[in-house]
T-cell receptor, first 112, second 113 residues
């Protein structure tokens, strides 16, 4: 079945460091891909998405490119801030049955 | 707008007790969902309601029941709680089933002793 794999962390970075969180997926069709973010004590929020190969999603300085050839959707940010400390979830939605499948989440801590 | 609200925020139950988790959304969304979040497992879908008046099983429905009370409200009931149901429960909604973006509530942390 369809699945999402991502590095679980926790990841600890210093402020202004470069961030990469890896995400790879397995899907039978042509899914849409997402990154959701969960700040402490809150529910998940959509961070960015891409709906087809080579699309780049971006928001709040975060970017991710839909790479069909490597079945990946890695999240990047050039300079992280303390306020980026959160759990990040990679997810896919298979268009044939519309269910959203989430990865296990990656915990990020940014220290001053 | 409050978005998606959930009550309670925290709950401790003893094995065998029952309880209902409440969820409401004020965005006039047609579809609503219940997930559980466990360490290392990501979010798993328990039940969903594609539209008012319908409910369907998700990935892990055993031990749970749901009610779509009206367009706004979607409740999750544990009839006889078990320690394996210790988890964080999230309710979500979307404009319609199959749309990309879901909107999540803040979650309910449930511990079953």
């Amino acid at each position: 079945g369809d699945s999402v794999t991502q590095m679980e962390g926790p990841v600890t970075l210093s402020e202004e460091a470069f961030l990469t969180i890896n995400c790879t997926y397995t899907a039978t069709g042509y899914p849409s891909l997402f990154w959701y973010v969960q700040y402490p004590g809150e529910g998940l929020q959509l961070l960015l998405k891409a709906t087809k190969a080579d699309d780049k999603g971006s928001n709040k300085g975060f970017e991710a490119t839909y790479r069909k050839e490597t079945t990946s959707f890695h999240l990047e940010k050039g300079s992280v801030q303390v306020s980026d400390s959160a759990v990040y979830f990679c997810a896919l939605r298979e268009t044939s049955y519309d269910k959203v499948i989430f990865g296990p989440g990656t915990s990020l801590s940014v220290i001053p | 707008n409050a978005g998606v609200t959930q009550t309670p925020k925290f709950q401790v139950l003893k094995t065998g007790q029952s309880m209902t988790l409440q969820c409401a959304q004020d965005m006039n969304h047609n579809s609503m969902y219940w997930y559980r979040q466990d360490p290392g497992m990501g979010l798993r879908l328990i039940y969903y309601s594609a539209s008012e008046g319908t409910t369907d099983k998700g990935e892990v429905p055993n031990g749970y029941n749901v009610s779509r009370l009206n367009k706004r409200e979607f409740s999750l009931r544990l009839e006889s709680a078990a320690p394996s149901q210790t988890s964080v429960y999230f309710c979500a909604s979307s404009p319609r089933y199959g749309t990309d973006t879901q909107y999540f509530g803040p979650g309910t942390r449930l511990t079953v002793l």
